[in-house]
């Protein structure tokens, strides 16, 4: 579970301060399939980083099973991404020089991979329709397959709560679709809360939940 | 396909070559950044150790004590010459401890073939200002005449001379000259037909202890029976032939008592500037020839040398540095994404950085060791170059000339590896330093 009270974070311009979020007040379920919409500079990235512990707020608190991440030291908070949450970046973000299983054993590459934990991204990938691509370079894969290389890359830790910025951004209607699709279907057969920010009426209309943001607020849950 | 270690280290190395190997054109531009400075600096610092110990050599084979040595007016050592009475009175200059008479002609082995890649005079052209002094000092001892009768000659001629040196063995032993320097067979008894050859001359002739070899000046031509090999650990003199005082006399047409040089080593604590001046007071006609001041000066110039050497060292491993260090941070840059993107799916500040070590580690290693291994090929390739770039010049023995000790080796690994390693790291702890987002926006 995901809640997050009174949260506002304010990016400083020299003299000018910015309104990234304020006064967020949200709770998202277990299991929930949500989107974040709002106009271009709303704060929809700023919120998804807040609930990803990549940045700290301004003030008020985050928490994730009742956890506040913004207390936590880096190297916690740091564990907390590894373990409990996935990110799909808009421009994929994957590492160009390996190929798409090492781009999906990624995240466990410190800690050295295991022989199941191998398995279990080859099933992923080949779940994922990516079955002949699995030693091919992100730079050789189209960009709906490198997506789907990058959701494989946010399930290997099996996280509770998955966060993707625009990650139909990039893509083509067709590839898109069948990118929500599959998200839909972690979702439902995994549990596995996803939050989707997008400026498409499409995908936000395929999410159980839509918010709304506009400068840095909640206008419409 | 992966490897399926399962250490965190295996498969940190693992994402590390693959990086390296990924991005080839960038790996390959850091590995020549560390090789070239490493290379440069193993070469420069051969071959100042070379010129080094040829020096160290060449005031070795002077003795314990410094000399001076008396020639004819005009003529240098080899078409001057000097009356017997003139040794004399020398001997008789307050401070003189020995007298040593020489002659010296540069001659032409007859049915030999020299294999030597240069004559002696023009090694030390080849040393820069250091051998400037040699060789300004060489026309000198040589007399104006002489240094024009030399240039006049054939490149041809001139690669195949020897000097050679008629001695009193008696004489030279005392000063530990040539007799006391035998690395085989030994000094010749008899006082007609027997020689010793230096053993560079050895080396580039094919001749040895038992051998016979004809020796030409001018017209005259005599055969010479070889009884050892001598080394002094000065070119100018193991390339060369040492025969008796009586047959150089012979073969050069000279007088009974008439010799080339007298060479003369004072007293202890007397210096050898005085005794010159004395000899110049005493006799006429003689010109001085203060070896200890040559040596001096020499040393001065190798001094001056080494100097440059360091600044050009110097700057030769901040620049590699500093290039090491921009192409760390540029690739660092371009990486900024990729690394914001680690720290956002879960990977610690020390993780990055152990990354990035591996990688810059594993360059700074092989541009290292390829830079040494170029560094101490390089004399081999110029040698090798040198004569189809430029056909008319003369080959200088790089290969001769340059020594490269395990002092070098061993800085030349400290410098590679600490600029590579450390021009990796500074840019990393900058870049794990970032938080994700900003990573993310610095594009
Ligand atoms: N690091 C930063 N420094 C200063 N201002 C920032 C920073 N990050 C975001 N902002 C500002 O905060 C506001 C919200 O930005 P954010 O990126 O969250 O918007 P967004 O809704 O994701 O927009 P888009 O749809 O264009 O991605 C914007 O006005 C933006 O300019
Ligand atoms: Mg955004």
């Known amino acids: 579970m995901i809640e997050t009270r009174n949260v506002t974070k304010i990016y400083k311009l020299g003299d000018t301060d910015v309104i990234g979020a304020k006064e967020i007040n949200l709770k998202i379920e277990e299991g929930e399939f949500l989107s974040i919409m709002g106009p271009s500079g709303s704060g929809k990235s700023t919120l998804l980083y807040l609930i990803g512990g990549l940045d700290k707020p301004t003030s008020g608190d985050v928490l994730i099973d009742g956890v506040n991440i913004v207390e936590m030291e880096e190297r916690a908070l740091c564990e ?30 410190p800690m050295g991979v295991s022989a199941d934990e191998m398995e279990r991204g080859m099933k992923l990938l080949e779940s994922f329709d990516l079955k002949d691509r699995i030693d091919h370079l992100p730079g050789q894969l189209s960009g709906g397959q490198q997506q789907r290389v990058a959701i494989a890359r946010a399930l290997i830790n099996e996280p509770e709560i998955v966060l993707a910025d625009e990650p139909t951004g990039e893509l083509d209607t067709k590839s898109g679709d069948e990118l929500i699709q599959l998200m839909e279907e972690m979702n439902r057969r995994e549990g596995v809360t996803f939050i989707i920010v997008t400026h498409d009426p499409v995908v936000s209309g395929k999410t159980r939940r839509t918010i709304f943001l506009q400068d840095g607020m909640i206008v419409k849950d | ?178 007799p006391t320097k035998m690395i085989e067979g030994s000094i010749f ?61 012979d073969l050069k047409g000279l007088g009974r008592s ?52 360091y600044i050009v060292e110097a700057i030769v491993i901040l620049a590699s540095f500093g290039f090491i260090l921009v192409m760390t941070m540029r690739s660092i840059a371009e990486r900024t994404k990729e690394i914001g993107t680690l720290r956002a799916i879960g990977w610690q500040k020390p993780d990055v950085l152990r990354l990035i070590t591996i990688e810059s580690t594993a360059i700074a290693i092989i541009g290292t060791i390829l830079g040494i291994i170029i560094g101490i090929l390089l004399p081999y390739f110029f040698q090798a170059m040198m004569p189809i770039v430029f056909p008319n010049m003369i080959v200088p023995p790089m290969t001769e000339l340059t020594k490269v000790t395990s002092a070098t080796i061993i800085y030349a690994f400290i410098i590679g590896c600490t600029s590579g390693i450390v021009g990796g790291i500074v840019p990393a702890l900058q870049a794990s330093e970032m938080s994700p987002v900003d990573a993310f926006r610095a594009e």
């Open chain 1, 80 to 109: 907390v991404r590894r373990d409990k949450i996935g990110f799909i970046f808009q421009e994929f973000n994957l590492i160009s020089t390996l190929t798409a299983i090492e781009n999906t054993l990624v995240p466990l590459i």
């Open chain 2, 1 to 178: 396909m992966i490897s399926r270690g399962r250490t965190g280290n295996m498969k940190m190395r693992h994402m590390a070559y693959r990086n390296l190997l990924g991005r080839m054109f960038r790996t390959i531009l850091m590995l020549l950044a560390v090789a070239i400075a490493v290379a440069l600096f193993v070469g420069l610092s051969s071959l100042t150790e070379g010129m080094e110990e040829m020096i160290g050599g060449a005031t070795e084979s002077m003795g314990e004590w410094g000399c001076v040595d008396a020639m004819g007016e005009g003529g240098g050592i080899f078409y001057g010459k000097l009356n017997g009475d003139v040794g004399k009175t020398i001997d008789r200059i307050p401070g003189v401890r020995y007298v040593v008479p020489r002659v010296y002609a540069m001659t032409e082995l007859k049915g030999v073939e020299l294999k030597r890649p240069v004559s002696t005079g023009q090694i030390s052209g080849m040393m820069g200002e250091a051998g400037g002094i040699v060789m300004e000092q060489m026309v000198g001892m040589m007399g104006g005449t002489a240094g024009k009768m030399l240039e006049g000659k054939g490149i041809a001629e001139l690669m195949n001379s020897v000097i050679l040196i008629g001695i009193d063995p008696t004489k030279e032993t005392i000063i530990q000259s040539y």
């Open chain 2, 189 to 249: 008894d008899s006082p007609i037909g027997g020689a010793v050859i230096g053993k560079m001359l050895a080396d580039e002739s094919g001749l040895g202890v038992g051998d016979e070899v004809r020796v030409a000046y001018g017209g005259k031509r005599r055969d010479f029976n070889i009884t050892g090999i001598y080394e002094v650990g000065n070119p100018l003199e193991d390339e060369g032939i040492v025969v008796s005082l009586r047959d150089a006399r």
């Open chain 2, 258 to 309: 008439e010799v080339s040089i007298f060479r003369v080593i004072p007293e202890p604590h007397v210096e050898t500037g005085t005794i010159g001046m004395w000899i110049k007071a005493k006799c006429r006609g003689v010109s001085i020839m203060d070896q200890g001041a040559l040596m001096k000066a020499i040393g001065e110039q190798i001094d001056q040398f080494k100097v440059y050497e």
